[in-house]
């Protein structure tokens, strides 16, 4: 985002609509500057209507900058996954997706809050002690494609420095490597000058039991449980009970989809 400086009245209104406060004053002057490094390109300042003048300007962006807005700006699909925002459903699908079956953990980092953002730098930091506990990244997730390596977590150079608001990293694993991988995110937080939350899900047992409740437990983790009520997306997609394939005639699989 740019601000045309012979429109702007130094009003100040934008800078509260700000999600990582990178709008500021500029001394001596009737007028606000953006620092470029900063700001993610959600555009919430000018989606916002605040400014009266027009002052505030959305250029094109080429990439890697335009990684920003992909990640930061719900109205700029990822081109990779189609979705918008963070452009991956989540593990806290999987009732409906059916990503991790029975027997597996699905698993998510979500990196970056706004009023804070995430660097893709330290995104690496977090995915490549994950993947060298021989975790699998998911590839319906616009993550997936920033990596040089998904088998390393390794981060495309150029893009390593973009900063957005929050960014997911995905993952599928078993129960018994969750332990590890627990005690792994308690390190490396310390390296990571950003918050991040981590997401656990299994699918319910059919006596009402939820396998990685008892697994994060054990491993010391403070739950919070969460759910996401999929009312309206339809029907799963695969056999809840079964071994994790998709249910119902070709026909029917493709009306599900
Ligand atoms: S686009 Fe977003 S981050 Fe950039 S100045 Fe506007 S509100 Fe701040
Ligand atoms: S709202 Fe517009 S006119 Fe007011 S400070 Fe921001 S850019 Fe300038």
Do not use: W
Not at 43 to 69: M, N
Not at 84 to 100: A, L, P, Q, S
Request: some cysteine.
């Amino acid at each position: 985002m740019q601000v045309v400086a012979e429109r702007c009245t130094g009003c100040l209104k934008c800078v509260d609509y700000c999600s990582v406060g990178a709008i500021s004053k500029v001394s001596g002057k009737r007028l606000v500057e953006i620092e470029e490094d900063e700001c993610v390109e959600c555009g919430v300042c000018k989606r916002s209507g605040v400014c009266l003048t027009d002052a505030l300007f959305q250029p094109e962006l080429a990439y890697p900058r335009r990684i920003r807005a992909e990640f930061s700006d719900p109205s700029v699909p990822h081109p990779s996954t189609g979705g918008g925002g963070r452009g991956t459903e989540e593990c806290k699908t999987n009732d409906v997706t059916g990503r991790y079956p029975r027997g597996h953990i699905g698993m998510a980092c979500e990196m970056g809050r706004p009023g804070v953002g995430a660097r893709l730098y330290q995104l690496e930091t977090v995915a490549m002690a994950l993947a060298k506990l021989g975790v699998e990244f998911e590839k319906q997730n616009p993550v997936y494609y920033l990596y040089e390596d998904p088998k390393t977590g390794k981060v495309k150079e150029e893009v390593k420095n973009e900063k957005v608001l929050s960014a997911i990293i995905e993952f599928g694993t078993t129960p018994d490597k969750v332990p590890a991988i627990l005690e792994t995110l308690r390190q490396v937080q310390k390296e990571v000058k950003t918050v991040f939350s981590v997401d656990m899900c299994s699918l319910i047992e059919p006596d009402g039991s939820i396998p990685v409740e008892q697994i994060a437990r054990e491993a010391g983790a403070n739950l919070r449980p969460n759910g996401k009520s999929n009312i309206g997306l339809g029907r799963p997609r695969f056999n809840f009970f079964g071994s994790g394939e998709e249910s119902g005639s070709p026909g029917e699989k493709e009306e599900q989809r």
